[in-house]
């Protein structure tokens, strides 16, 4: 039995949470909410569990793509179901289901209608965007990619702000385009190979040209996701309209389906586009990381002050991607996993205020650390992780892209490390203007403090935050040989024998 459920583990970390929704959904009692929420709650804790024997047994060494499992999905076209995860994917997975528990935690007594549903949405978008990080065949990916839109759409437009139709359709519209053009190069990749597996596509040859076409059909589909600059404006909207369970799992997981598609698709399968178009790439994630960072200055909402800090750190990430270097490969990956904890953290913080006040402008605040203590020390300390500061996990993954960019060219670290600066920055002043100072209004006067549902889910947030940022070594570890494998696949020239670039 335990081998049966070794060998299908990735199977089993997809499927239980799309099963759980589905079972949750079936139970559904309005008149009985309680009991849907602890049986979201049993999901999620059993969703979490099945996922941690893909770190406990995975094969450190091994860069390559382990737990693989499989059978024929559509035999006239050459599509299966194929599962494999590398040291790329099993931290993603992991980070999938963590924020997932941690988002039914958050939403106990917070969300009043239609509690089955949007616990659901939650557990379904779960397994879908799990399935996304496993899928080794090209279809099944675009399957997962593009059903856990779905979820996501219902949670921001069912549950979201005033605005959330506008919110939702943008972003709906935005990913869908993308994703069409992705959908064009797969169906090249197969009439020119016969097949839909990736790991085929990493072997096949192709001219400059047609890699390059290829590439940007990928780009446009992960630079929306990610986002990138000048692509990004549909986040700030979705965050805004979006309930505080949306923002959390926007900004912790969905912008990193970006990120680890451009380095499972996009790079290894047109290494050489991604070399010839390297400095187009690094100009958008500097543009990110510096111009982004001044817009966020000026924000007088807090959720999209948040919104564009995580635009901001993204671009840290595709930094790292395409400088071509151990340590700024392996550092992205460190910032994708350190933003989920912290801009997760970020939203909840948010949330808490929100669900107190109903009001998300920073003028509506001013000295709420006389009369919530507990909550201001959560909300800065995770503020300042937002900054980088030493021993948090923000500081880890920034300074390892900073080293390995002075490594590539010493203006690419040099335009970067202003990053550290606007960031301090922006969310310095919004610390300031929120939690400092004498207490602004009577609504804030009347603020309680954490009960003991929010202060759990902000101290396991901070824990995680602490640990990745003193001992990232366990991380590290895990993706080390899978970098290495990258590198390697992208040193690699595809292009047919006697053409070079």
């Not at 194929?82 to 924020?99: E, K, N, Y």
């Not at 990619?145 to 949670?155: G, N, Q």
């Not at 960072?293 to 901001?312: C, F, G, P, R």
């Not at 954490?450 to 935050?465: P, S």
Request: glycine content about 8%.
């Amino acid at each position: 039995m335990l081998n049966y459920f070794y060998h299908h583990i990735l199977s089993f970390t997809i499927w239980v949470p799309v099963l759980a929704g589905i079972a949750v959904l079936a139970s559904a009692d309005e008149s009985k909410p309680n009991n849907t929420r602890w049986l979201a709650l049993l999901g999620g804790i059993v969703s979490f569990l099945v996922s941690i024997p893909l770190y406990t047994q995975f094969n450190f060494a091994d860069g390559g793509f382990q737990y693989q499992e499989g059978f024929s999905w559509i035999p006239a076209f050459n599509i299966n179901y194929h599962l494999g995860a590398d040291g790329l994917a099993v931290p993603l997975i992991l980070l999938t289901s963590f924020t997932t528990l941690i988002v039914i935690i958050s939403a106990w007594e917070v969300i009043q209608k239609r509690v089955a549903q949007y616990m659901a949405c939650f557990l379904i978008m779960s397994g879908l965007m799990i399935g996304v990080f496993s899928a080794l065949d090209a279809i099944l990916y675009y399957v997962f990619w593009e059903a856990m839109l779905i979820p996501m759409f219902l949670i921001i437009g069912v549950w979201g702000g005033p605005n959330r139709v506008y919110a939702t359709v943008k972003f709906f519209l935005y990913t869908l385009l993308g994703s069409l053009l992705m959908l064009v190069a797969f169906i090249y990749l197969y009439l020119s190979t016969g097949s839909f597996e990736i790991t085929d596509y990493y072997k096949f040859a192709m001219p400059l040209n047609v890699q390059v076409l290829i590439f940007l059909a990928f780009f446009a589909a992960f630079a929306v996701k990610i986002p990138m600059w000048p692509v990004h404006t549909w986040l700030p909207d979705a965050h805004v309209e979006a309930p505080t369970g949306g923002s959390v799992v926007l900004a912790a997981i969905a912008l990193k389906l970006g990120g680890y598609s451009f380095l499972r698709f996009a790079m290894p399968i047109a290494p050489d586009a991604a070399r010839h178009l390297a400095w187009f790439m690094i100009t958008l994630s500097l543009i990110a990381i510096v111009y982004i960072a001044l817009v966020a200055l000026v924000q007088k909402d807090m959720k999209k002050l948040i919104a564009y800090s995580s635009i901001s750190h993204m671009g840290f990430v595709t930094l790292g991607f395409f400088i071509f270097n151990n340590l700024g490969l392996e550092g992205a990956i460190v910032q994708m996993m350190s933003h989920g904890f912290i801009s997760a953290a970020m939203f909840l913080c948010v949330g808490v205020l929100y669900d107190r006040v109903h009001s998300r402008q920073i003028e509506s605040y001013g000295g709420v650390a006389n009369t919530m203590p507990a909550f201001a020390a959560f909300a800065v300390f995770f503020a300042m992780a937002n900054t980088g500061l030493p021993g948090t996990s923000g500081f880890v993954g920034e300074f390892m892209v900073i080293l390995g960019a002075i490594r590539a060219n010493f203006w690419y670290a040099f335009l970067a490390s202003f990053t550290l600066i606007f960031g301090a920055a922006y969310t310095l002043w919004m610390v300031k203007r929120v939690f400092y100072g004498e207490v602004a209004n009577e609504k804030v006067a009347a603020l309680k403090d954490l009960n003991k549902r929010e202060f759990l889910v902000l101290a396991i947030l901070a824990t995680m935050v602490l640990a990745l940022g003193v001992y990232p070594q366990p991380l590290t570890d895990m993706t080390n040989a899978t970098v290495i494998q990258i590198l390697s696949n992208l040193a690699q020239s595809k292009l047919p024998v006697g053409l070079g670039l």
